[in-house]
């Protein structure tokens, strides 16, 4: 049986940790040539080892999403690297917590060039690309916080709302040409961006009826569903993957 995305290439933006990197491996396992991105060069070459290692096919290449140019420059590497880029899964990102009141102008600012500018672009930048060929796969990352609102959480989730109605707006846009565009919706992961919450990871998860952290993996099984052609009916959704807490 041929994998479900052999031949194809995939850019996973922040693929050098969490879900990212998970992301990366099982995207790679169903047969794509996966290049992952991040500013962590060390990281990125032991995710690419470890593809390598297992027979798939990965390249890694640094970039520090912050505005258009960074995207733009990602996007045109990515081409270089690996060819015509037929999945893009927008997962970098940074989830700063804390009362309003103390936020800065330049954390805002940076919350929103990672999550909301950088993704931007590169779906400015590829997804044309993508429906000149009449297909492609978009995948955001976005949050159960994008649904809910909770204390310290404001500019986070405010950020990831964003990007779900972009999720909406460019499935629109671009699902007639036959690009599919969705998002997941992870609840409290155990990454290394949620180690220093220590506790406080599972006191926020134990409210879902899950009970429990997501594991990586479990959070890049979905992403890979909605990347594949499993979920080919399936344009602009937002995918909770947070153990029901918004269900409830
Ligand atoms: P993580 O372990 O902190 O990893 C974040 C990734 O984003 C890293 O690969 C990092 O790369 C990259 N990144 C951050 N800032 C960047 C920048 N300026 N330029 C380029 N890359 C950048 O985070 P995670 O927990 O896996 O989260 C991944 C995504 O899932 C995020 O969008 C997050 O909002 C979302 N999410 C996470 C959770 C959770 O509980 N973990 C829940 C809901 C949603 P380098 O370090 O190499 O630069």
Excluded at 17 to 31: P, Y
Excluded at 141 to 152: E, P
Excluded at 175 to 182: D, T
Aim: proline share 4%; glycine share 12%; hydrophobic share 50%.
């Amino acid at each position: 049986m041929t994998a479900q995305l052999s031949g194809t290439t995939a850019l996973v933006t922040g693929g050098t940790s969490g879900i990212g990197r998970a992301t990366a491996v099982a995207l790679a396992g169903l047969g794509a040539h996966v290049v992952l991105s991040g500013r962590d060069a060390t990281r990125g070459a032991e995710v690419v080892e470890r593809i390598r290692a297992a027979g798939g096919k990965a390249d890694f290449v640094a970039a520090d999403l912050t505005d258009a140019a960074s995207a733009r420059a990602l996007a045109a590497r990515a081409r270089e690297v690996g060819g015509q880029v037929d999945v893009l899964v927008n997962n970098a990102g940074v989830f700063p917590f804390g009362p309003t009141g103390s936020a800065t102008e330049e954390e805002f600012d940076g919350v929103f060039a990672t999550n909301v500018k950088a993704a931007f672009f590169l779906v400015a930048e590829l997804a044309p690309e993508m429906a000149e060929r009449g297909h492609g796969s978009i995948v955001n990352v976005s949050t159960m916080v994008a649904k809910i609102g909770l204390a310290g959480m404001a500019l986070y989730g405010a950020s990831k709302a964003s990007l779900e109605l972009l999720t909406k707006a460019w499935a629109a846009e671009f699902g007639p040409s036959g690009v599919r565009v969705n998002a997941v919706s992870p609840g409290p992961t155990r990454t290394e961006g949620t180690a220093a919450m220590g506790d406080a990871l599972d006191q926020l998860a134990s409210a879902a009826p899950a009970g429990r952290a997501a594991s990586p993996e479990e959070i890049a099984s979905a992403i890979a569903f909605l990347a594949a052609e499993g979920s080919s009916f399936v344009h602009g959704a937002v995918l909770p993957v947070d153990g029901g807490r918004v269900a409830v």
